[in-house]
């Protein structure tokens, strides 16, 4: 099996490199940069596929979009990292992994674009910030003792959730959401993650 990577710079593209370092499968990265001025993916990820965003896969000469599906194919491949089929962890995981793109990262997204608009974004900013409270609270709610988000173990739940939670502490939300701090720490303490790090390049900065 043969695994391109397209990697843009300070970007969700981050965990699926970490992934793939824990899942010790070999890779090949594709890097691209974002645009100085106006933080947007370059144009030649469009040849790659017509959204030209990234996280981008290649497996085989296929491409596989959205970093949700691409988590779930390369856990189901391995056969690592995904709860038993059937059981309550597996609908926990299932649903976990839905709300790190589908509900979480919408105000996280909001927030920063809307940041962007100055007084004229004023209105919003409540209801964006009641937003991101009510989702980092229910993330802070949900980590088990474990420090993991299903069951005792590293899952690709964890993966999908370690970015926006990334995003929340890098906003100074360490003493807010202190089991989201550790969470954090955890993982990047992690071998795989500092691997991927050493290879994807500094993000956030």
Known sequence: MTIVVHHLNN?????????????????????????????????????VHPLGKSPLLEIDGRIVMESGAIVQHLCEGAGRFLPPAGSDDALRHLQLMHFAEGSVMTPVLLDLYVGRLGEAGAPLHPRIQEQLASHFDYLESELRPSGHFVGDSLTGADIMLSFPVEIAMMKGNRSRWPKLAAFVDAMHARPAWQRALAKGGAYFK
């Open 11 to 47: 970007s969700r593209s981050q965990r699926i490199l970490w992934l793939l370092e824990e899942l010790e499968l070999p890779y090949e990265l594709r890097f691209y940069q974002r645009d100085k001025t106006t933080n947007l993916a370059p144009p030649e990820l469009k040849a």
